[in-house]
């Protein structure tokens, strides 16, 4: 029987420069509820445990390298970036706001900034649910820490 889940994940880190506090912390968080919990079931001939690294290639294509948990690889898929590009942005922005909200807003105006903030988290792991079928499944949890891993690779300094 075949294990359809990620039990180690990385990132390429060579466009990044440096992250701030918030963004390492988003990103040690989604990466531990990910190997946490999680369903990732490529189509095709794929034998898990998955160890995944994830990439983003000539910033048009975010690329999903899937090697078995013995580190071989096993695939390499390509998602085009486009339909992120203004998601992720907004996603930025409104993080940005949320942050600095939390040291100077009231916390109901935090809790409204907070709901808009899940609400295009919600959005993009939805558009990366839809980009991904037929291609990999992914449950609801799996694909918001994707999500998250997406936009960290979207950080440039």
Do not use: W
């Not at 990044?16 to 918030?22: F, G, L, N, T, Y």
């Not at 190997?35 to 490529?42: A, C, H, S, T």
């Not at 916390?107 to 990999?136: C, F, N, W, Y």
């Not at 449950?139 to 936009?151: G, Q």
């Amino acid at each position: 029987m075949t294990d359809h889940r990620i039990v180690g994940i990385t990132l390429d880190d060579r466009t990044v420069v440096r992250r701030s506090p918030e963004v390492e912390h988003e990103l040690n968080v989604a990466i531990y509820d990910i190997l946490e919990r999680n369903l990732f079931r490529p189509d095709g001939d794929f034998q898990g445990p998955f160890r995944v690294h994830l990439s983003i290639e000539e910033r048009r294509r975010l690329i999903f390298e899937v090697a078995d948990d013995g580190k071989g690889v096993q695939g390499r898929m390509a998602l085009p970036l486009l339909p992120f590009r203004r998601i992720v942005r907004d996603y930025f922005q409104i993080c940005e706001s949320y942050y600095d909200a939390i040291k100077r807003l009231s916390p109901s105006q935090i809790e409204t900034i907070d709901m808009a903030r899940r609400s295009l988290h919600d959005e993009g792991s939805s558009i990366l649910v839809k980009r991904l079928h037929g291609k990999i499944e992914v449950d609801e949890e799996t694909a918001r820490r994707l999500f998250t891993l997406i936009c960290v690779l979207h950080i440039r300094a």
